[in-house]
């Protein structure tokens, strides 16, 4: 299968700052990223899909302002996480689109903000 | 609005024996079923997946049967291995033309295979 890396995989931050998680397909060009977020023992979310060229589409609940997605390339999409709270503090997780047969997941990345 | 449920959050099996992992769905729009396997602090890794065209598919220890009229699915795995032991989500969407629509999980099912 297809392979996605995030970075980074880990963080740890004070509450107020900003943090940005970058998705890289590593071995084919992805038009299509999504970003999830799991809370513990909780279902994997769709927060938004992240179209290459174009402004992201935005699940209902969460707010554009505060995550920020740019998909400036076939192969990177970037989200950020605006002015972080405690409660922001999740495992995020992309994935690029994989034909008709899945998606391909990134390993995650934990934030922590204090 | 749980649009795919697995209402077991935990399912315990001795190694070498059958593991069944249930999930239901609500929508009927859902034409495409996938099972993730997860361990902790990893992303999914596609498992299986079925299309509702068909009710079984079947690729080496692990099968998947549809039953579209009750919506559920399963997920057997035999015989089990300590090595299967993860986190087992359950995944709908439509198909749209060449790729899939937005992924629906349920909250995922702990397998536990003791040897």
């Known amino acids: 299968g297809a392979v996605v890396s995030q970075h980074p995989s880990w963080v740890i931050c004070k509450s107020g700052t900003s943090v940005k998680i970058e998705c890289r397909s590593l071995d084919f060009q992805a038009t299509t990223m999504f970003w999830y977020r799991q809370f513990p023992k909780q279902s994997l979310m769709l927060m938004a899909t992240?179209?290459?060229?174009?402004?992201?589409?935005?699940e209902q609940g969460v707010e554009k302002d505060k995550f920020l997605i740019n998909h400036a390339s076939l192969t990177l999409s970037t989200l950020t996480v605006t002015s972080a709270h405690p409660e922001d503090s999740s495992f995020y997780i992309c994935?690029?689109?994989?034909?008709?047969?899945?998606?391909?997941f990134g390993p995650g990345t934990r934030l922590l903000v204090l | 609005d749980q649009q795919v449920k697995q209402n077991s959050p935990s399912l315990s099996v001795q190694e070498g024996r059958i593991s069944i992992l249930n999930c239901d769905y609500t929508n009927s729009m859902f034409d495409y079923f996938l099972w993730y396997k997860k361990y902790p602090a990893e992303g999914p890794t596609f498992l299986i997946s079925i299309s509702s065209i068909k009710d079984k598919n079947e690729d080496g220890r692990f099968t998947v049967f549809l039953n579209k009229s009750a919506k559920h699915l399963s997920l057997h795995i035999v015989p089990s291995q300590p090595g299967d032991s993860a986190v087992y989500f359950c995944?709908?969407?439509?198909?749209?033309?060449?790729?899939?629509?937005?992924?629906?999980f349920g909250r995922g099912t702990q397998l536990t295979v003791w040897p």
């Open positions: 992240s179209n290459e060229g174009s402004k992201a589409t935005y």
């Open positions: 994935s690029s689109e994989g034909g008709k047969e899945t998606q391909y």
């Open positions: 995944a709908a969407s439509e198909i749209r033309g060449s790729t899939l629509g937005r992924l629906y």
